[in-house]
């Protein structure tokens, strides 16, 4: 997090800001002070303390939203943390250690986003209650790699939609808009380097780490729901199937481009992981 | 409001030149970054464009950037990668595999499918066909080539996170999404084709799980040593 364009984005939505936090030399100063004594992670916590004082409240839609976020990373989370503690699950070690990359991530993005919310005046979302065999579709999923990585590859997709699909209800936040995408593009990392495991372990080419028109790319019917609306080749009205005469294809400009999901496709999709 | 301090030969060559070239350009990023320091909010401009209008002092002067200016820095950036690309797989270095190879021809018409758009979405605003200079990558050597593909990868998704709460339009937002987190799936598979388990690590993925967001001033700057001549400064949202 930039201290300085924090401060600039506040600044621009309120002019006046300054005269609500004391003076900016004094925030500054403040920041200084609590930046050389707390860990960053505890950032967004001082930052909502800023917040707060200045406007005693943010705006409800941009915890909401964080909120849907966060269930979301609850249940990344202690997917991967019951996934790599399963002893024999994983056994390639390049894998498992791809795989604890991953989990690391995914806790930090749930104690970024509690942390958040909290600042922001919001109470964080408590975790649900998860149900990873989505009850009894995947009942092999901790036992059976095929269906681990099949489960993977579906969250890590799904949520790079979901964020996508957020980004224009967060546009009131300039701060949070851009934490938000800077979680997004690390999901989309992981989705690539599961679908490469994938790939990798089924000498599968068309198994890529970019999603292929709709395909769910083997795993089958049960996440075509997932990957709906992935096939799409024409944006903003512009067809991008030969492009200006060049040889793209509806494979080429399905990969092309990510599409997005509303907060309802979302909950929808993950409702069967959930069971209170 | 007060006009920022450019001199009159500085302001012809503006007006005249299609193009700047880079020492001129770079002199003129770090007389801008001075220049908007301490200037507070002006009116901005919803409509103009900055390439036909002129408005390099407004534009500079309000550190605020218009959509168009955005989406020509986009474009920008996907016609450095689809240039890129297009020289990589028409002149394969050997030692990679098969699957690399169509890999990265894939990625060279993702490249150009997201170049093809920004040119069709910006129409006549669009900025020229702009010429690369990739003398400094040695296109049969693999890691030569891919080392760049990381790099170009990895500043592309940091300029999309960097400048995307900067679109006034809920439709370009969204579409920017939709082409960043194809670029971070490239990045990722490029790094591991370098450094295998390096498709999110800590060079790039901070304390708290977040990517990389660059300002345009830093993704210029790393930019710049592939671009022949500089595109026209009043159309690149650059200053903060």
Redesign the interface.
């Known amino acids: 997090m930039n201290i300085e364009q924090i401060f600039s984005d506040i600044e621009k939505q309120d002019p006046e800001v300054y005269n609500r936090v004391d003076t900016r030399r004094d925030s500054m100063r403040e920041f200084a002070r609590i930046g050389g004594k707390i860990a960053l992670t505890a950032l967004p916590l001082a930052l909502g303390g800023i917040f707060k004082k200045a406007y005693g409240q943010t705006p409800d839609t941009v915890t909401h939203v964080l909120n849907f976020a966060l269930v979301l990373e609850h249940l990344e989370s202690q997917f991967y943390n019951t996934g790599v503690s399963t002893p024999g699950l994983i056994k390639d070690a390049s894998a498992l250690q791809g795989y604890k990359i991953i989990q690391q991530h995914e806790k930090e993005h749930v104690d970024f986003l509690s942390a958040t919310i909290t600042a922001l005046g919001g109470i964080p979302q408590k975790s649900p209650v998860f149900d990873f065999t989505a009850g009894g579709t995947f009942p092999t999923v901790f036992s059976d790699y095929e269906t681990f990585l099949a489960v993977s590859q579906t969250f890590e997709d799904t949520g790079v939609r979901a964020y996508k699909g957020q980004a224009p209800n967060l546009k009131m936040n300039d701060t949070v808009l851009t934490a938000a995408l800077q979680i997004h593009s690390v999901e989309a990392r992981h989705a690539s380097y599961v679908r490469s495991l994938r790939s990798s372990y089924y000498n599968d080419e068309k198994i890529r780490p970019w999603i292929t028109g709709a395909s769910t790319a083997g795993i089958g019917s049960s996440v075509a729901g997932n990957y709906a609306g992935e096939d799409n080749t024409v944006q903003l009205g512009i067809n991008i199937v030969g492009i200006d005469g060049f040889n793209i294809s509806v494979e080429d400009a399905s990969e092309a481009f990510d599409e997005p999901l509303t907060t309802a496709q979302v909950l929808a999709l993950i409702q069967p992981f959930i069971v209170s | 409001m007060k006009q920022p301090h450019v001199s009159s030969s500085e302001n012809e060559d503006q007006v005249q030149s299609p193009t700047l070239h880079r020492r001129k350009f770079l002199s003129n990023l770090g007389l801008t970054a001075v220049a908007i320091t301490g200037l507070?909010?002006c009116t901005k401009s919803e409509t103009s464009n900055a390439l036909n209008t002129g408005s390099v002092s407004d534009s500079l002067k309000t550190g605020?950037y218009n959509d168009i200016d955005i989406l020509n820095y986009a474009y920008l950036l996907e016609q450095l990668e689809a240039a890129f690309y297009i020289m990589v797989v028409g002149n394969f270095y050997s030692g990679g595999s098969s699957?690399e190879k169509?890999?990265l021809a894939?990625i060279r018409?993702?490249e150009?499918?997201?170049r093809?758009?920004f040119?069709?979405?910006l129409g006549s605003s669009a900025l020229p066909d702009m010429q690369f200079d990739f003398s400094s990558i040695n296109f049969s050597d693999r890691m030569s080539v891919l080392g760049a593909s990381k790099s170009f990868e990895d500043t592309g998704?940091s300029a999309?996170?960097?400048i995307?709460?900067?679109i006034k339009s809920?439709?370009?937002?969204?579409?920017a999404?939709?082409?960043?987190?194809?670029?971070?799936?490239?990045?990722?598979?490029i790094r591991?084709l370098i450094d295998?388990?390096s498709?999110?690590?800590s060079t790039i993925?901070?304390?708290?799980?977040?990517?990389?967001?660059n300002?345009p001033y830093n993704v210029v700057q790393t930019i710049s040593p592939y671009l022949k001549v500089m595109p026209d400064l009043k159309s690149f949202p650059y200053t903060?």
């Open positions: 507070t909010a605020t699957w169509t890999r894939q018409d993702h150009i499918s997201h093809e758009f040119k069709t979405a998704v999309y996170n960097g995307a709460y900067a809920s439709d370009y937002l969204t579409a999404g939709k082409i960043v987190s194809v670029e971070a799936r490239h990045a990722a598979y591991d295998p388990l498709f999110a690590d993925v901070d304390s708290n799980g977040l990517d990389v967001a300002k903060i």
